[in-house]
């Protein structure tokens, strides 16, 4: 009974074409997708790690196929991914503390974490890539 | 019979709270990773083993993996609950998921005491 009551109170719009995300939404969407992404890859990154750090020959050819432009587009992607998810994870972690939880502070923590993380994509990509 | 309400009680706090200390961990090295490589460089082969040399970072490095299999299982697994709806297909993708990640800490032990 009180379950059917709790029920009956939680509007519902299920309809994507009408829902506009706004920026946190944004982050948080990006978040469980750069999240799920970066687990769907975990045996491609514990194959590149295996064999770039026992066998010599491994690494250079690795290192080689850094100077393609389209892996390095991928690598790059790859890279924001998981600063993104590291970055809207710190922000989850001070919402979790109670640390900026009103609407204003929330959207202008959003746009903090994406300018953070692109910012430390580019920085960190330029040194490894280029 | 037992009316239960599956709101308000404590379920799922102890995952709540490993999600959290978990994603602490693998914060805070990630920041030593990358003043590690930093100051060691990893331009050459010896110098990218030489990165994960030394005692301190071979643990690091496992208590890192080891955080995130089980962070990746949290979220995994809410993923699967929120989308997947036959029971059946969910338990199926969630013993896959379990028996992945137990597999990759495996072959991550394997991996740093192996070079």
Not at chain 1, 35 to 41: H, Q
Not at chain 1, 106 to 122: C, E, G, P
Not at chain 2, 18 to 46: D, H, K
Not at chain 2, 102 to 108: H, L, M, T
């Amino acid at each position: 009974m009180a379950e059917m009551t709790i029920k009956k109170k939680r509007p519902k719009n299920l309809d994507l074409m009408t829902i506009r995300l706004p920026l946190p939404g944004i982050l948080s969407i990006l978040h469980r997708v750069s999240g799920a992404v970066l687990f769907l890859l975990l045996p491609v990154f514990l194959w590149l790690f295996e064999s770039s750090i026992i066998h010599r020959d491994s690494f250079v050819t690795f290192k080689s196929y850094a100077a393609n432009p389209l892996l390095k587009v991928v690598m790059l992607g790859l890279i924001w991914f998981y600063l993104h998810h590291f970055c809207a994870g710190i922000r989850y972690l001070l919402l979790d503390l109670h640390k900026g939880i009103d609407l204003e502070s929330a959207r202008l923590s959003s746009k903090i974490v994406f300018a953070v993380s692109i910012t430390l994509t580019l920085i960190i990509g330029v040194r490894v890539l280029w | 019979m037992v009316n239960r309400i599956l709101v308000g009680a404590h379920y799922g706090l102890k995952d709540w709270v490993i999600q959290r200390a978990t994603a602490i961990i693998m914060a805070l090295y990630t920041v030593i990773f990358l003043v590690r490589v930093s100051i060691v460089g990893a331009n050459s082969f010896e110098a990218w083993r030489g990165v994960f040399a030394n005692g301190f970072m071979k643990y690091a490095t496992f208590l890192f993996f080891v955080s995130l299999f089980y962070h990746a299982w949290i979220g995994i697994r809410d993923i699967w609950m929120d989308y997947i709806k036959p029971d059946g297909v969910r338990l199926l993708l969630m013993i896959a998921t379990a028996a992945a990640l137990v597999g990759y800490a495996g072959w991550a032990a394997q991996i740093l005491w192996r070079m």
